[in-house]
């Protein structure tokens, strides 16, 4: 991409690369790195012409509900804070409210395909908005609550 002159680096990552899901955890944790190495990805490939999207996906209708393996050895503590995520995952292809995987590649293909710049991260359906606007007002009052903490004299 760099003796070419020009490149578009696509990373798909999820909404959980920007907020957490209970009994993903390492789920989450990875599309949190990715999503860490595809900003400073971006800036580092900038200057080359080199463009880097982040594909932020809600549900969809994929194998990945059915693809799940149960854990071997499950705690029953975390049963009734994990219970409802999982299950939901597993019934994502017969609802009827998510994301087809086509609609997904053609989208795709359009930003691929779009001159100029494209925004970093691009979030994929009604959900994944609907997700993240609950994580960046959670981020707000997150960081206002450390902010009250942390600004001003230290407690004597």
Same mark, same amino acid.
């Given at each position: 991409m760099r003796s070419q002159g020009h490149g578009h680096i696509i990373n798909v990552s999820s909404v959980v690369g920007r907020m957490a899901f209970p009994g993903l955890a390492a789920y989450t944790a990875g599309k949190h790195a990715l999503e860490g190495m595809s900003q400073t990805l971006a800036v580092e490939a900038a200057p080359h012409n080199i463009r880097v999207t982040v594909l932020?996906?809600?549900?969809? /209708?994929t194998r990945y509900g059915t693809s799940m393996t149960e854990a071997?050895?499950?705690?029953? /503590?975390?049963? /009734?804070?994990?219970?409802?995520m999982l299950d939901g995952a597993r019934g994502l292809a017969e609802n009827p409210e998510t994301g087809r995987p086509e609609d997904f590649a053609a989208r795709v293909l359009a930003i691929?395909? /779009?001159d100029g710049p494209t925004p970093l991260r691009i979030p994929f359906g009604d959900d994944a908005y609907g997700y993240l606007d609950l994580a960046e007002e959670a981020s707000r009052e997150e960081f206002a609550a450390a902010r009250a903490l942390t600004q001003g004299p230290p407690p004597s």
């Open positions: 932020e996906p809600g549900m969809f /209708a071997r050895h499950r705690v029953p /503590a975390y049963d /009734a804070t994990n219970r409802e691929v395909a /779009a």
